[in-house]
T-cell receptor, first 110, second 114 residues
């Protein structure tokens, strides 16, 4: 699985968009980008995934650069409940293993 | 709908004692099953995964072992706990038919070894 690089921590004002970057410069053509988040003392929760095109669901948007070497998870209107650690993972869709890095600790400020 | 259970929720054990953590999944068949550990303030470390009954892949050599005696049951064990085994243990499952791309995590077991 390709290695990902994320900032250690970020702050965001409540109601503003939170933009969480992820660098995956060694990603291969058949690897997807997945995002999960982990709220304190809970198991991680799936947010979104994508291959090439930008994706949007009820939780977030995923913007993948044209060269696929980086991506950004966007929480359009961050709330206090979005305070969590966000993990960016790249993997082949049908691979068994998920390798989580250390993620970005997002703190949403009132 | 599918649900995943882990128990116990919290556990305090002395160094050198045995360990058995259990995970069960309901509402799906032949899931891929996973054990992760998260040390305090750290990321998730994949310990074991299983693609079927009796099939276990180990990711990190250590004093832990895993077993899958039934299709939807995954057990994490140790004969003698170390202080470094303290952490938050998470079980997860993924549909083996790829109907979902994501993993689903259980509530976790917080283990403290004293």
């Amino acid at each position: 699985d390709a290695k990902t690089t994320q900032p250690t921590s970020m702050d965001c004002a409540e109601g503003r968009a939170a933009n969480l970057p992820c660098n995956h410069s060694t990603i291969s053509g058949n690897e997807y980008v997945y995002w999960y988040r982990q709220i304190h003392s809970q198991g991680p929760q799936y947010i979104i995934h994508g291959l090439k095109n930008n994706e949007t669901n009820e939780m977030a948007s995923l913007i993948i650069t044209e060269d696929r070497k980086s991506s950004t998870l966007i929480l359009p209107h961050a709330t206090l409940r979005d305070t969590a650690v966000y993990y960016c993972i790249v993997r082949v869709a049908r691979a068994y293993k998920y390798i989580f890095g250390t993620g970005t600790r997002l703190k949403v400020l009132a | 709908s599918q649900t995943i259970h882990q128990w116990p929720a919290t556990l305090v054990q002395p160094v050198g004692s045995p360990l058995s953590l259990e995970c069960t999944v309901e509402g799906t068949s032949n899931p891929n099953l996973y054990w992760y550990r998260q040390a305090a303030g750290r990321g998730l470390q994949l310990l074991f995964y299983s693609v079927g009954i009796g099939q276990i892949s180990s990711e990190v050599p250590q004093n832990l072992s895993a077993s899958r005696p039934q299709d939807r049951q995954f057990i994490l064990s140790s004969k003698k706990l170390l202080l470094s085994d303290s952490g938050f243990y998470l079980c997860a499952w993924r549909a083996s038919d790829y109907s979902y791309n994501e993993q689903f995590f259980g509530p976790g077991t917080r283990l403290t070894v004293l």
